[in-house]
């Protein structure tokens, strides 16, 4: 086995070397901790790569199922050039508030537009042209659905990504009773054994399925 286990050391390195949470975003979670949201961001590490895959693959639009406080949201956003466009769909109204405060005041309202609703009733409601890439980053029992609804919606060559696919280290585990894990385990055999997908698990932060729609 060919690996090198991720120490504190290593992962400072990481983080100072490709600097990615400015002051803004460092702010933004501190705030949104004030205002009792649960601190389940993205990881600063996480910010670098997302905004690594959009520039790869020229992103333009994206879709977000996940809002949250906004952070994700606007690192991925800072990677699309001037005409992008960013849709982000939220369940939780004092969620999708506080995001769209922080969005103004980022001067990102032309870039991101955020939705409030149920992630599976919103997805069979969306029409725009296609997406470059998804980020799945809601309830885990919802990945799978999300999958589903998001694939049809991207375009070839784009990218669909889901966070947290490590399960916090419980994923290898088969015999769990946990729907949680049970839930990412069959999103990354869906991701692995999708005929229009080629996909990889990355061990980054909490583990990130990434793959790009091949046909
Ligand atoms: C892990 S957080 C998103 C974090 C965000 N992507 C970030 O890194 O800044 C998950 C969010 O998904 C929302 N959510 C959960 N279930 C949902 C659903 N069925 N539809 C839409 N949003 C949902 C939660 O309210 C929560 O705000």
């Not at 070397?17 to 600063?44: M, V």
């Not at 809002?67 to 991925?76: F, K, M, Q, R």
């Not at 296609?130 to 799945?136: L, R, S």
Request: with cysteine.
């Amino acid at each position: 086995m060919k690996y090198v286990p991720l120490t504190e050391a290593l992962h400072s390195y990481i983080c100072e070397t490709f600097p990615a949470e400015d002051e803004f975003l460092c702010r933004l979670k501190t705030e949104a901790d004030e205002a009792g949201l649960p601190p389940i961001h993205i990881a600063p590490e996480q910010i670098a790569f997302l905004q690594v895959l959009m520039r790869s693959v020229g992103a333009r639009r994206v879709l977000e199922i996940g809002t949250l406080a906004g952070y994700s949201a606007i690192a991925i956003a800072r990677a699309l050039p001037n005409d992008g466009r960013l849709l982000t769909l939220e369940r939780n109204p004092l969620h999708a508030e506080f995001a769209l405060r922080k969005i103004r005041e980022a001067a990102l309202e032309h870039v991101i537009e955020v939705r409030t609703g149920s992630a599976k009733e919103l997805l069979g409601e969306i029409r725009e042209e296609p997406f470059d890439a998804v980020f799945i980053d809601a309830d885990k029992a919802g990945y799978g659905t999300y999958l589903q609804k998001a694939l049809p919606l991207l375009r070839l060559g784009g990218l669909v990504i889901g966070d947290n696919t490590l399960a916090w280290g419980n994923i290898a585990d088969a015999t769990t009773e946990d729907k949680t894990v049970q839930a990412l385990r069959r999103f990354n055999t869906a991701m692995s054994a999708h005929p229009q997908l080629q996909s990889c698990l990355v061990p980054i932060a909490e583990g990130m399925t990434i793959g790009v729609k091949i046909r």
